[in-house]
DNA sequence: AATAGCTGCAGGGTTACGTC
DNA sequence: GACGTAACCCTGCAGCTATT
């Protein structure tokens, strides 16, 4: 057993590409390494084994008539050998750059653009395909599974909306869309649709996301050619036979040809000099696409031949890249904040949510925002515009006229703003906008359905706190049900989430107690909430969170003592300190402005 | 180490809607 | 009204990270 207990010990590189060069790939010999079968996942299967159908037509084409036979598909699979002994099974996981140089002489294709395949344009033999011949089914998935350049942040948000617009406009549903060109569940479709997802943290689906994304990506004249066809036809007759027959040759082929790329060479340095510098450069290069069970197949294979063990190689390698994995996450969570820009940027269809959402966007926490220069400009936008200070005030800002005159005679530092930092950011974001959007924004009523919780805020209704002791189901289902016309569901959850940080109240008690939900349902209603007006039965919910904010802290209180709240007591103290509803809620503004700065 | 929180995935249940 | 289908809501589980 050689020992990996070290980087430095430079015996790990042995395996990281030495002892690679040793092993053969298993696919072009004859006996056919049984594991490698379930590294192929289901689509590739579909796509292998349609690509043999699509060889045989290219060899008839380009081969001058001769038919691919089994002593053909030998020699493509020796020649392949060759270069895999070459490569030593070093795999690469990238694009199809491999597969069109193997092609060279090898397997004669319409040339098929690989250089293209990073800008975006769909894979062009494709393209003419759909006008000239009929689209095959191999062309079709792999127009569909193109992997995404991996200079595109993926927006799951944006896609997920184009997507449902389009099966809106069109005759197809969500079921035949799903089953017959994601080659999903249509009630996974569903979830998708649902539920939010960030794109780099994606294992199974993230496949289904780039299907999705290629789709919108097409031509309706190729969409209409793939709706026709029935893609995942030979999806499980697969599963069983492709041991030893001639279509599992062609399966191992082209699953290496097109998904598993030419390596690019990573030459070996003098293990000396290996660092953690280089180790991480190694372990972190960017990836565009992968097959990951194709990956973890391999990973495992080559635990049990290196006699890894898991345990060392989790902690010494995976551990540590996997927090830089994470981290993208986050800033793909920020692109869903700066989505509605996008959308605004045409503002014939703008929203009243649209147009909000637009002015209230967090102002980018590198802007140095300079409050006076925003005053200036504002009023010389006023002064030019036909619109009065007072109608822009209230119209746009949603502040009374003389508050506009105060913050225009008073000289401000933005970071040490409390409730006029909205009002600010209102206007930056205003600044920003092009005169079209700012035009439809003027003639919409953007605070008609201002919610009574809003104009709580300015001065809180006083709700009667009743004899505690009197508190009953009745009187707690009256107050959380109380009907709302509209909300902030943002602001409201927002709120919820500071107010359960605020009284150390956990998701698990309030979402049982409270909310009569589960955890994971308020979870993902916390953080992901829908817009109002998307909302259908949903809503409930949400109502109950607004009247749960609507509330006194003492009725609160009052009802969580009344569900056997253990910690009431100490929250109950905690309340006490606080002066008044007022203090509270002007503290929940402000940790609400600061959560926005961020 | 224990706990809390978050998330992907999958599936059950309910509601909405169209057709007969 | 009965029925089937589509769409939506809700939840459990497992695996992960962060915090205590």
Redesign the pocket.
């Known amino acids: 057993m050689i020992s990996y207990k070290k980087f430095d010990d430079q015996q790990p590189a042995d395996y990281t590409l030495t002892e690679l060069t040793t092993v053969q790939y298993p696919f072009f010999t004859h006996g056919i390494h049984p594991m490698r079968q379930e590294s192929i996942t289901c689509s590739e299967r579909k796509m292998l084994i349609e690509e043999k159908k699509f060889e045989t037509r290219r060899q008839m084409k380009y081969g001058s008539g001769h038919h691919p036979n089994s002593k053909t598909l030998l020699n493509v699979s020796n020649t392949y050998e060759t270069e895999i002994n070459r490569f030593q099974r070093i795999v690469d996981y990238e694009s199809e750059k491999w597969a069109e140089n193997m092609n060279q002489g090898i397997i004669k294709e319409p040339k098929v653009s690989t250089s293209d395949q990073y800008l975006r344009k769909p894979s062009l033999p494709l393209l003419n395909a759909s006008s000239t011949s009929p689209l095959t089914v191999e062309q079709a998935i792999r127009l569909l599974t193109q992997p995404i350049p991996s200079q595109i942040n993926v927006n799951t948000t944006e896609i997920v909306k184009e997507i449902k617009e389009w ?1 809106g406009s069109s005759s197809y ?3 035949f869309f799903a089953s017959n060109i994601l080659n999903i ?4 479709l ?2 998708i ?6 794109f780099n ?6 496949e289904t996301f780039i299907k999705m994304y290629n789709w919108l990506e097409m031509s309706e004249d190729i969409r209409t050619e793939m709706l026709k066809m029935d893609l995942y036809e030979y999806e499980s007759p697969l599963q069983d036979e492709n041991d030893k027959s001639l279509g599992f040759l062609m399966i191992r082929m082209y699953n290496t040809l097109i998904f598993s790329e030419h390596p690019k060479k990573i030459i070996r340095q003098d293990p000396a000099i290996m660092t953690a510098e280089r180790i991480d450069e190694l372990m972190n290069q960017p990836v565009a696409y992968m097959s990951t069970k194709k990956v973890t197949s391999d990973i495992k294979e080559w635990l049990a031949r290196t006699r890894t063990t898991r345990k060392w190689f989790a902690e010494s390698k995976e551990s540590t890249s ?2 830089n994995l ?1 981290q993208p996450s986050q800033s793909s969570m920020d692109s869903f904040t700066s989505l509605p820009l996008c959308i605004a940027s045409s503002p014939s269809s703008m929203t009243v949510e649209q147009a909000i959402r637009l002015l209230t966007q967090p102002i980018p926490s590198q802007i140095n925002v300079n409050t006076s220069e925003i005053v200036k400009e504002i009023k010389e936008w006023l002064g030019s515009s036909s619109y009065t200070n007072k109608y822009f005030a209230s119209n746009i800002l949603n502040i009374k006229g003389n508050h506009l005159t105060n913050i225009f005679a008073q000289p401000r530092d933005f970071n040490s703003l409390r409730n006029t930092k909205e009002t600010f950011v209102k206007m930056y974001n205003w600044l920003e906008m092009s005169e079209d959007v700012r035009t439809e924004m003027l003639k919409m009523n953007l605070y008609e359905y201002e919610s009574p919780l809003q104009d709580e805020n300015e001065t809180p209704k006083k709700i009667i706190r009743q004899n505690p002791a009197t508190m009953t189901a009745e009187r707690i289902s009256e107050l959380m049900n109380q009907p709302v016309a509209y909300m902030s569901t943002k602001k409201v959850t927002s709120d919820i989430k500071m107010w ?1 940080a605020k009284t150390r109240t ?3 008690w309030f979402a049982t107690n409270i909310m009569g ?2 955890k ?2 308020l ?5 992901y909430p829908k817009e109002w007006n998307e ?4 809503k ?2 949400y109502v109950r969170l607004y009247n749960w904010m609507r509330m006194s802290e003492e009725e609160r209180q009052d009802i969580m003592r009344f569900y056997g709240a253990e910690n009431v007591e100490e929250q109950e103290s905690e309340v006490e300190e606080s002066k008044s509803l007022d203090d509270i809620l002007k503290e929940l503004r402000r940790q609400f402005s600061e959560c926005n700065k961020q």
């Open positions: 099966l549903t969500n079921k569940k249509e009630k996974n569903t979830n649709f649902a539920q939010k997802r960030d943290s994606l294992r199974n689906t993230k996997r927090q994470r359960m956990t998701r698990k939900r589960a994971r349902t979870v993902i209603n916390l953080n909302l259908t039965r949903g409930e919910i």
